[in-house]
T-cell receptor
Framework: DQQVKQNSPSLSVQEGRISILNCDYTNSMFDYFLWYKKYPAEGPTFLISISSIKDKNEDGRFTVFLNKSAKHLSLHIVPSQPGDSAVYFCAAKRSNDYKLSFGAGTTVTVRA | EAGVAQSPRYKIIEKRQSVAFWCNPISGHATLYWYQQILGQGPKLLIQFQNNGVVDDSQLPKDRFSAERLKGVDSTLKIQPAKLEDSAVYLC????????????FGPGTRLLVL
C-alpha cells in the first residue's frame, strides 16, 4: 500500500524559473516530512524537512509547504539551476518512529 | 567525514544464484538500514539494525534474504537464491540514532538478475 504518492514522474523547467514538486500522503499519523535529492549512481541525500507543527520551511532556494488538511506537501525550488536536475523523493514518518515511507520520485530536468 | 560505503556497485547474476552486498556506515552511526529500490519506485525498507541487533525485519523476504551486522559496524545483505524480481538497487543508510530525521545513504548496489 503506497502511503506516499508523487503523481508526477517527471518535470521539465527552464533555468531561472520555479520548480514545483508535489507529494500526497494517506497516513494521518505521519507528522514529519522530508525531501531527498538523488543524482544518478549516487544515494539519496537529505534536502529539507518539515514538521507538522509548521506549514512552511525555507532553506535558501528550497521551500517546503505543508497542507495537513489536504495531506499534501510541495517543494518549491526558486530559481531553478542546472545542478538541480535530479530525482526528488518525498518521504514521511511519525516523529517518534524511524521508518521512512518514500514516494516513487519525480525526475526534474532544468533546461538551460 | 567519510560517507556510507557500499560494494560492489554493480552485480549481474543468473536466477537461482547467490549474491552478497557489503555496507560500511558512517563512523559512530549506531543505526543501519537496508533498502530495496525497484525501478520506478521509492526505496523500501528491508531491515534495520541498532548496533548489532535487528530492530525491524518485517519487510525482509526471509526465505531468501538474510542480513547481519555482527560487530555493530559493517553489514552484509545476502540473497539466496535470487529471483528475477530481485533486480533492483540495494541502498544502505545509517543514522546516529534510530529516530534521527536524517538518514545518510550510500551509493547503492545495482543488481540485475537474468
Amino acid at each position: 500500500d503506497q502511503q506516499v504518492k508523487q503523481n508526477s514522474p517527471s518535470l521539465s523547467v527552464q533555468e531561472g524559473r520555479i520548480s514545483i514538486l508535489n507529494c500526497d500522503y494517506t497516513n494521518s499519523m505521519f507528522d514529519y516530512f522530508l525531501w531527498y535529492k538523488k543524482y544518478p549512481a549516487e544515494g539519496p541525500t537529505f534536502l529539507i524537512s518539515i514538521s507538522s507543527i509548521k506549514d512552511k520551511n525555507e532553506d535558501g532556494r528550497f521551500t517546503v509547504f505543508l497542507n495537513k488538511s489536504a495531506k499534501h506537501l510541495s517543494l518549491h525550488i526558486v530559481p531553478s539551476q542546472p545542478g538541480d536536475s535530479a530525482v526528488y523523493f518525498c518521504a514521511a514518518k511519525r516523529s517518534n518512529d524511524y521508518k521512512l515511507s518514500f514516494g516513487a520520485g519525480t525526475t526534474v530536468t532544468v533546461r538551460a | 567525514e567519510a560517507g556510507v560505503a557500499q560494494s560492489p556497485r554493480y552485480k549481474i547474476i543468473e536466477k537461482r544464484q547467490s549474491v552478497a552486498f557489503w555496507c560500511n556506515p558512517i563512523s559512530g552511526h549506531a543505526t543501519l538500514y537496508w533498502y530495496q529500490q525497484i525501478l520506478g519506485q521509492g526505496p523500501k525498507l528491508l531491515i534495520q539494525f541498532q548496533n548489532n541487533g535487528v530492530v525491524d525485519d518485517s519487510q525482509l523476504p526471509k526465505d531468501r534474504f538474510s542480513a547481519e551486522r555482527l560487530k555493530g559496524v559493517d553489514s552484509t545483505l545476502k540473497i539466496q537464491p535470487a529471483k528475477l524480481e530481485d533486480s533492483a538497487v540495494y541502498l544502505c543508510a545509517s543514522s546516529l540514532v534510530p529516530q534521527s530525521e536524517t538518514q545518510y545513504f550510500g551509493p547503492g548496489t545495482r543488481l540485475l538478475v537474468l
